[in-house]
């Protein structure tokens, strides 16, 4: 299985700040990358697929890039709902797998 | 709007069976492979398992395979996780998801229900 690394575990961020996070895969996924946020109680919600597409409704504050092993998300720009736990996935293969999740939290 | 609602979870002992089930509505769920993920408490997210659109296809998780099976009925729109030989380490909430592309394409998963709480224990 291609193992996905995230980091860092968790991030202290204030309101109107950015924040990056980075998403390294354990060989390449080429672009088959996806971005989700997870609050707590909720499932998660997809923010951005092929690395850079925004998903339907999504705001331009979120940022996705990378291609091969290496992967950022950045949130500019951060917003109160913007506070949550973020994990990457990769599905280049038949047996996706996700980051161990990184958590946004107020600084 | 779509609408994916699984049902099924339930506290059983070690060794024992379960079966999930997950009712789609608001999209033609018959063009869509559909997933199986968890997530133990206060943990992240394991993929568990996806099936093709038409049933042809199924894929596991290392941690499941062999023990869980995916299946699907296109005419009641649902998809349905088997779980057999539970063990501890299944407790976890479990979520299905739609692919968010159609047919045979892998893709992110673009809608998940609120999941349903398995809970293996003596």
């Known amino acids: 299985d291609i193992q996905m690394t ?27 990358l996806a971005w989700y946020q997870q609050k707590p109680g909720n499932a998660p919600e997809l923010l951005i697929y092929q690395v850079s597409t925004l998903q339907i409704g999504v705001p331009s504050r979120f940022i996705g890039r990378g291609s091969g092993t290496e992967f ?21 293969r038949f047996s996706p797998t996700f980051g161990q999740g990184t958590k946004v939290d107020v600084k | 709007q779509v609408q994916l609602v699984e049902s099924g ?13 997950c009712a789609a509505s608001g999209f033609t769920f018959s ?28 894929f596991y998780g290392d941690s499941v395979k062999g023990r869980f ?11 349905f996780l088997q779980m057999n030989s539970l063990r501890d380490d299944d407790t976890a ?28 224990s003596a």
């Open chain 1, 6 to 32: 995230q980091s860092p575990s968790t991030l202290s961020a204030s309101v109107g700040g950015s924040v990056t996070i980075t998403c390294r895969a354990s060989q390449s996924v080429g672009t088959s």
């Open chain 1, 72 to 92: 950022t998300l950045t949130i500019n720009n951060l917003q109160p709902v913007d506070f949550a736990t973020y994990y990457c996935q990769q599905y280049n």
């Open chain 2, 9 to 21: 979870g339930a506290v059983v002992q070690p060794g024992g069976s379960l079966r999930l089930s």
């Open chain 2, 31 to 58: 063009m869509y492979a559909m997933h199986w993920v968890r997530q133990t408490p206060g943990k992240g997210l394991e993929w568990v398992a996806l099936i093709w659109s038409d049933g042809t296809e199924k």
């Open chain 2, 69 to 79: 099976t995916i299946s699907r009925d296109n005419s009641k729109n649902t998809v």
């Open chain 2, 93 to 120: 909430v479990y979520y299905c998801s739609k692919n968010q592309q159609n047919y045979y394409d892998l893709s992110a998963s673009d809608y998940w229900g609120r999941g349903t709480l398995v809970t293996v």
